[in-house]
């Protein structure tokens, strides 16, 4: 029971890293957005001193958000693995697989 208690708690925890993953995704992503905003031609100088964005700085945002989308993978293989590992000690796993399979 405390073996299950534990991973419970752990399945709740690594559940809570993997959207808080998902939200450092979605604001790398608002950050490129805003980057290729400032790149356009368009836009104009930037005001308030700040130096005009690159494109250094576009692949520095892409970059960025490769990387936190794997830190999202890896959230959400780490969860994952330890639902499958929950199931295994409830018994539930084998049920599982069968309406998986069917």
Known sequence: ????????????????????????????????????????????????????????????ARLNIAQKELDLLKAKQQLLQTEVSLMRQTGQLSSWLRTAIH
């Open 1 to 60: 029971m405390e073996g299950r208690l534990k991973l419970k708690t752990s399945a709740t925890e690594l559940e809570l890293n993997a959207e808080a993953a998902q939200d450092d995704v979605d604001e790398a992503r608002d950050t490129l957005e805003t980057v290729l905003i400032q790149l356009r031609p368009e836009a104009g100088e930037v005001s308030n001193g700040q130096a005009p964005l690159t494109p250094k700085d576009e692949e520095k």
